[in-house]
Nanobody, 120 residues
Framework: QVQLVESGGGLVQAGGSLRLSCAASGNIFSINDMGWYRQAPGKQRELVAS???????NYAESVKGRFTISRDYARNTVYLQMNSLKPEDTAVYYC??????????????WGQGTQVTVSS
């Protein structure tokens, strides 16, 4: 069993900040990439940011310069610092981890999602 538990979502005014956290636990041997996706009502899920095992980061154009992804390797935790939030950032944010279990299976694990709402 592998679990990804997210926290940190909420309601914020435009221009404000939020920090999302996602902790992975369970039968994990190693984690490769970790990332954050989001899905707004009526839209497809999209990649927001990702961080590879060696630390390389990747961002959607719409969040570059405003969001920062980071990772605590010892705690199997990934963070998303979101600054200068805009109403169009409103969505359910999902954590993702590409990992290998202790039984050496590759898994693409997802969190349950956390709502981020930015008011104008």
């Amino acid at each position: 069993q592998v679990q990804l538990v997210e926290s940190g979502g909420g309601l914020v005014q435009a221009g404000g900040s939020l920090r999302l956290s996602c902790a992975a636990s369970g039968n994990i041997f190693s984690i490769n990439d970790m990332g954050w996706y989001r899905q707004a009502p009526g839209k497809q899920r999209e990649l927001v940011a990702s961080i590879a095992s060696e630390g390389t980061t990747n961002y959607a154009e719409s969040v570059k310069g405003r969001f920062t992804i980071s990772r605590d390797y010892a705690r199997n935790t990934v963070y998303l610092q979101m600054n200068s939030l805009k109403p169009e950032d409103t969505a359910v944010y999902y954590c993702n981890a590409e990992l290998i279990t202790t039984t050496l299976y590759r898994r693409d694990a997802w969190g349950q999602g956390t709502q981020v709402t930015v008011s104008s």
